[in-house]
């Protein structure tokens, strides 16, 4: 059984930092791409940054220069480090990992940004 476990939100003041984890488990194969996506009060989800299995990297226009996706080791756990936080940053950030053309969702984590 595929899960995905999310780590590392919380509360930041405006302007810092904050690291999210991700592991994916359940698979001998590798997950592709894997992602972050987050979903604020009242908006659609939207994607924040992918990264595929050679390091490929996309982001949401956002968050460009900003936040850092990164695949550790083992491959099937990702990372997204998120500096100069703004208040709009504040979401729910779900994990997203793609396996054999079919996509699995972690809980979500919560990241509150205070201005």
């Known amino acids: 059984q595929v899960t995905l476990v999310e780590s590392g939100g919380g509360l930041a003041q405006a302007g810092g930092s904050l690291r999210l984890s991700c592991a994916a488990s359940g698979s001998i194969f590798s997950f592709n791409p894997m992602g972050w996506y987050r979903q604020a009060p009242g908006k659609q989800r939207e994607l924040v940054a992918a990264?595929?299995?050679?390091?490929?990297?996309n982001y949401g226009d956002s968050v460009k220069g900003r936040f850092t996706i990164s695949r550790g080791n083992p491959k099937n756990t990702v990372y997204l480090q998120m500096n100069s936080l703004k208040s709009e940053d504040t979401a729910v950030y779900y994990c997203?990992?793609?396996?054999?053309?079919?996509?699995?969702w972690g809980k979500g984590t919560l990241v509150t940004v205070s201005s």
């Open positions: 997203n990992a793609m396996l054999l053309g079919r996509d699995y």
């Open positions: 990264i595929s299995s050679g390091g490929s990297t």
